[in-house]
Every structure is written in structure tokens, then in C-alpha cells.
């Protein structure tokens, strides 16, 4: 499973990180950080719910 | 939402087009004390007929009040620019944007491609990050506004609770003096309580506003300190120092964006838990649903209508829309439209998922949205702490406020059970 971050869609709600820190990290500017990561076995949930809560829909989930 | 207080009439205007609705579909005006209070009951309607509102007032109004319109308008910044995101009378009947500098809230104001650069600079100063180091100030706030209440029994949670705890952090930002947040709430609160002022007053009380903030601006250049103010000041622009035109819109935008706005949510949400027993104590008994209560709170009772100004010529579901017509953007009745939300006007602790639009979407996402949040959770959050049993005080009037901010102007209550102070 993957995660895939549309860097040009994220407007710095920054919900991801907010919901599943320990995936979503975020740049200085409070930006997601990420544009692809493979998620850890055990994580997927929370990847889900990072992408479920952002309100751009900038975050797709790959499996 | 429901609205049982007297309603408080417009001034009276000369011009017709300042009347009371008569039509929500075909006369709307969000600035009729009618609308704030029934939001709901009128979006619902629009939405069962025409889902796209037009109003001949403001020298033409549209009203989109579906999540799709809000979400397809809101991400063209080509066709919808920010250059007019208020939507009420100009002086001798100009737009408000032609009323010149007054209204420039850069970037607000900006539109693509020069927003990104006017944004960046105070971006890293709200990131969750730096925002969360001024938890324990707020909290500091509260808890000694939550001391001035003391054992009283029965007050307005707006005028001695929410109301500050923005105007206070604002000043804290700002490096204010904080004994002049009582005057930053006077001013803030002039505005909030009715769009419908004459503009001649309402600009009046924006110069004396410029006025105090270039002072602050000349304070900190004398004496630069380590916060939001001198930070602006040492801010470049394509190269160069802000102007001080520059430092005073990005402060003005502060003002305007960051108070009512907030004390709105946390007034809305303190009236939300007085009427709603079951999820106070649910509260009480399990605080780890904090957050997810604050996201509830900030879909069902977003305070933020935008609004854009039409570039180009265009249609909404068929109707022809005209460049310079106004477009409201209301991410409130987004965040309540039936074909996306389940329940939609129901508060629920155990929402799968709440991507809400309560602060905006696309390049002007809100940018104190972190410090917002975080605002609510500590002031609901120690007010809870302090008064665990509480409920509206149906005795006195509920009244909304009139214009784009949608919050409660009072929020009368009673309280139950009060919890000690801590020593």
C-alpha cells in the first residue's frame, strides 16, 4: 500500500498530519511534506484516515 | 439551527434594495437578519428547487449552496477572483472593492499567480508546529477569564468568555499591549454585530483601526520585539523590506479574519453543548472526543462565507453569469449538503470522516486555521473543566449576527455544577 500526495492540490488544512502524525509529516510552511510513501505494515488505517479527512482531496491511497 | 429571539430590523435605507427578503430564491440577502438564524431551512429549500440563488441587490448576487458549485468555484481562481471577498454597501452605493487601499487585506485579497508570494511569508509563523507553543498562554487566558466568572450563575458566555480569548491571543501575537484587547474586541464587535451600518461609520472605525496598527507598527520598528509584528516588518517582498502598507494589510487581515471568526466557533459550540445535554456529559466523561467534537462543531457551525468577484463571463446550472456579479461562497452550506453527508444536520461523535470546507478550500485555505483549532479546543475544553453541567438560558433572547461571519451574538447560560479552581 502506498500513499500518493498531489502536492499541487494540498493547501495546508494539514488534517493528514493532525489524524496520523507519525505518517504525514509536514514542511516548515505546515504543508504535507510527502508526495509518495510506501505505508508500514500495521499503518493502513491510519493512512486511510490521513486521506479520508483531507478537504482538497489531495491524498490518493494505492494498494 | 433554530431562531427564537426577536429579529432586529436593517437600517433603513432609502434604496429599495435594502428591503426585507421576500424570496430567498430570487431576492436573497445575506445581510437580512433573517438568514443567519435560518441558514439551514434555506439552503435545504434552495437545494430541493434551484440550487443557485440570484439577487439584483449589491448590483447582482449570486448563491451557490451545493458542495459541488462551493468546491468548483472556490478552485477557479480564474474565473472568480478574491478581489471582493465582502459583499456589503459601499459608500454613495460603490462596490466595497472600489472604495480603494481600505479594503486591501493582502492576501486575502490576492489573486494566483502573485497570491502565493503575498502568503508565503506569514505561512511558517501559523504552522501546527509554532502555533501549538502558544498553548499554554491560552490556556493561561481562560482560566483567568474562567476565574472572572467565578460563581456566577447565569451570563452571556459571548461578551465574558469567547469573545476574548482571539483578541487576546491577537494581541499576544502581535506583541499588543494586552490591555488593549478590550479595544480590539469594541472594534471587532462593532463590525460583527451588523454589516448593515452605514458604510461612512463602518469606514470611519477601520481609519481609527489603520491609525492604532501603524502605531504599533512604529512602536516595534523603535523596539523590535519577538513576535508577529516585528516579524512583518523584517518580511521581504520580491526583495525587498514589506512596505508599511504591506504590514498594515497583512495585519488588518489578522483583525479581520482571525477574531469574530473564532469567537463565532467557540460561541456556536458553547450554545451547541447547552442544548444538547447528552453531548456535554459524553464530553465530560470521555475527553479524548475532543477532536472530534471541535471538527463537528467547526462543519455544522462554520462562521465563514466567503465571497469572489466575477472576471469573465459564465453559466451556473444554466443561468448566465456576468463579469463583476458577486459569487457568495458559502463552505457553511457545503458542509451540510445531503448527497455528501450522512445526517448532515445531526452532531456526531463518530463521523467516519469530516473533510469539511469550515475554513475555506483551495490557495485561500485559512491561514490561522491551526491556531483556530487550537483556540477552540482550549477554550471549550477548560470551560467544560470548569463548568461540567450547563444549559441555555431560555429565558433571554437569542440573536445571530448579520452578514458573511454567521455566530451567535449572546449565548445566554445557566450553569449546573461548577468545578473548584485550580490552586
Redesign the interface.
Known amino acids: 500500500m502506498k500513499i500518493l500526495v498531489d502536492k499541487d492540490k494540498c ?5 493528514c ?2 489524524v496520523a502524525p507519525d505518517l504525514y509529516e ?1 514542511d ?4 504535507c511534506s510527502l508526495t509518495e510513501l510506501q505505508v508500514p505494515v500495521g499503518s493502513e488505517s491510519d493512512a486511510q ?1 490521513g486521506a ?6 489531495a491524498i490518493t491511497i494505492t494498494s | 439551527m433554530s431562531y427564537d429571539g426577536p429579529a432586529t430590523s436593517p437600517i433603513a435605507d432609502d434604496d429599495s434594495l435594502y428591503g426585507p427578503v421576500s424570496n430567498w430564491e430570487s431576492d436573497f440577502d445575506h445581510a437580512d437578519p433573517q438568514y443567519n438564524p435560518n441558514t439551514w431551512q434555506i439552503w435545504s429549500d434552495l437545494r430541493e428547487g434551484c440550487p443557485v440563488a440570484h439577487s439584483d441587490r449589491y448590483g447582482g448576487v449570486w448563491l451557490p449552496v451545493t458542495h459541488a458549485d462551493v468546491q468548483r468555484i472556490a478552485h477557479d481562481t480564474e474565473t472568480f477572483s478574491n478581489r471582493g471577498p465582502l459583499v456589503m454597501r459601499g459608500i454613495d452605493g460603490q462596490d466595497p472593492v472600489e472604495i480603494g487601499d481600505s479594503l486591501n487585506l493582502t492576501p486575502l485579497t490576492s489573486d494566483p499567480p502573485n497570491h502565493r508570494e503575498a502568503k ?1 511569508p506569514m ?2 509563523y ?4 509554532r502555533v501549538a507553543a502558544m498553548e499554554d498562554e491560552i490556556r493561561e487566558a481562560c482560566i483567568t477569564l474562567l476565574d472572572e466568572i467565578g460563581t456566577t450563575t447565569a451570563f452571556d458566555a459571548a461578551e465574558r468568555y469567547a469573545q476574548h480569548i482571539p483578541t487576546i491571543v491577537t494581541c499576544k501575537l502581535l506583541g499588543f499591549p494586552i490591555e488593549d484587547a478590550e479595544q480590539l474586541r469594541q472594534w471587532t464587535k462593532a463590525g460583527f454585530e451588523n454589516i448593515n451600518e452605514p458604510p461612512e461609520q463602518r469606514m470611519a472605525r477601520m481609519m481609527e483601526e489603520f491609525g492604532y496598527l501603524a502605531a504599533r507598527v512604529a512602536d516595534h520598528r523603535a523596539n523590535p520585539q519577538d513576535d508577529l509584528t516585528t516579524f512583518l516588518i523584517n518580511c521581504e517582498y520580491r526583495g525587498e523590506p514589506f512596505s508599511d502598507e504591506r504590514i498594515l494589510h497583512n495585519m488588518a487581515l489578522l483583525m479581520v479574519a482571525g477574531i469574530d471568526t473564532t469567537w463565532s466557533s467557540i460561541g456556536s459550540s458553547l450554545w451547541h453543548l447547552g442544548n444538547h445535554p447528552e453531548h456535554l456529559a459524553r464530553l465530560v466523561a470521555e475527553p479524548e472526543l475532543w ?1 472530534n467534537a471541535i471538527e463537528e462543531f467547526l462543519r455544522l457551525y462554520a462562521p465563514v462565507t466567503m465571497a469572489r468577484k466575477v472576471e469573465t463571463d459564465t453559466e451556473l446550472h444554466g443561468c448566465p453569469v456576468k463579469a463583476n456579479d458577486w459569487m457568495l461562497l458559502p463552505f457553511p452550506a457545503a458542509n451540510v449538503d445531503p448527497t455528501v453527508w450522512d445526517r448532515p444536520e445531526e452532531f456526531l461523535f463518530d463521523r ?6 469550515a ?1 475555506g ?3 485561500h ?1 485559512c491561514l490561522g ?2 491556531l483556530a483549532r487550537l483556540e477552540m479546543r482550549v477554550a471549550l475544553s477548560e470551560f467544560v473543566k470548569r463548568f461540567p453541567t450547563f444549559v441555555t438560558d431560555e429565558t433571554q433572547p437569542m440573536e445571530w449576527s448579520v452578514g458573511q461571519i454567521r455566530g451567535p451574538k449572546v449565548v445566554h447560560l445557566r450553569i449546573l455544577e461548577a468545578a473548584a479552581p485550580a490552586a
Not at chain 1, 493547501?11 to 488534517?15: E, N
Not at chain 1, 516548515?28 to 504543508?31: A, I, K, L, T
Not at chain 1, 479520508?52 to 482531496?57: I, N, S, T
Not at chain 2, 467516519?352 to 470546507?357: A, C, E, Q, V
Open positions: 493547501t495546508g488544512h494539514a488534517r498530519n493532525a509536514l516548515d510552511n505546515g504543508y484516515a479520508d479527512e483531507c478537504p482538497e482531496g | 508565503a505561512l511558517p501559523f504552522s501546527p508546529k477532536p467516519p470522516k469530516n473533510p469539511h470546507f475554513f478550500l483551495g490557495v485555505r486555521s491551526n
